[in-house]
Structure formats: C-alpha cells, structure tokens
C-alpha cells in the first residue's frame, strides 16, 4: 500500500467516524506518517499545537490489509476526539459504535495475528509450560517473563523461562498499547 492509499483510508477513517456522528478533530494532518521503526506498536496519535497526525507502522501498509490498516486508523482518528486522548470510557465507546455501524475489531490494544501480518521481532525468552510444553515466544520482558511463578499455562502446569541463546538481557521496553 502506498502512501497515497493509506492517505485515502484516513479520509475515509474519518468520514466514517463522521458518518457516525463522532466529533473527530478538523485539525488531522491528511497525510499519515509512516513510521519505519515502530515495533511495539502499529499507529500513534501525535498532538501537536492542536494539530494531530497520525503514524502507521510501514510495515502494517506494506503487509497488512485494508480492512488492518483502516482498523487501525480508526482507532487513532477517535484519539483526537475531545477526552479521548487514553482508552477511557469515552474512547471505548467511540469504538464501539465505530465496530457496530462497520463491522471493525477496533480494541485498545492490538497484535500481529489479529491485523495479519508477520511478527518478526526477535524472540528473546520463550516461556515453557512444565507440563504441557507448550512454549510461548517472546520479544520482550514483561510481568510474565519476569514473575513467571506468579503464572500458570492454560493446562494448570507451572511456567519458566528460556532466554534465547547469545541475546543480550534487555532493559525495560515500552508494551504493545497502542497510544
Ligand atoms: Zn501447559
Ligand atoms: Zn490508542
């Protein structure tokens, strides 16, 4: 998808929202910015003198569908709306009404299985069940990956943790949350 497709969706992310009677900002950039790095999250809302502009992972244009890669836009676009600037009560019930009238899975965070395309950050630790064997990947620490004794795998086992061979241990990273 290229730069002009996506700058379409977002027009039409917003006529949508309108449709809707959502009261999005008239102040969006009309041309998103692709963010070639971001790899913990798919889209950013940036404020800025009054003025939004919202970012798209490239990689989310490059693979991702149009149904993903408008989810997403939607998602961002209901940020400029007035006490949307987190996921609260009036954030979540934007997107609700954005999911009944098209359809979308708009949700306050998302993943690379859900929008479709391919996770390849490193993996890091993977996270073994001690009875099943069931191994999680993981690219990052997070409450599990640091307390896995506070966890249980879906089958009841209790959980360790394998760091991958030759990577570095890692500092603290910011989640997938979309913001
Ligand atoms: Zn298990
Ligand atoms: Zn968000």
Redesign the pocket.
């Known amino acids: 998808m290229t730069q002009e497709d996506v700058d379409k969706l977002l027009t039409r992310a917003i006529a949508q929202a309108r449709a809707a009677k959502i009261p999005v900002s008239d102040r969006i950039d009309p041309r998103v910015r692709l963010n070639q790095r971001a790899r913990t999250r798919f889209g950013c809302c940036v404020r800025r003198e009054g003025r939004y502009t919202i970012e798209l992972s490239a990689q989310l244009a490059r693979e991702g569908s149009e149904r993903a890669v408008m989810q997403v836009l939607c998602h961002e676009v209901l940020h400029t709306c007035y006490g949307c600037s987190n996921h609260g009560p009036r954030w979540r019930g934007y997107a609700q009404r954005m999911n009944a009238a098209y359809g979308y899975e708009i949700q306050r965070t998302d993943n690379y299985d859900a929008l479709g395309i391919e996770d390849d950050r490193p993996v890091r630790y993977y996270v073994v069940?001690q009875?099943?064997g069931?191994r999680l990947p993981r690219m990052k620490r997070s409450p599990l990956v640091d307390h896995p004794g506070r966890y249980r795998?879906?089958?009841g086992?209790a959980l360790r943790v394998e760091p991958v061979a030759g990577v570095r241990a890692i500092g603290y990273e910011k989640g997938d949350e979309r913001t």
Do not use: I, V
């Open positions: 069940c009875r099943c069931r795998c879906t089958c086992g």
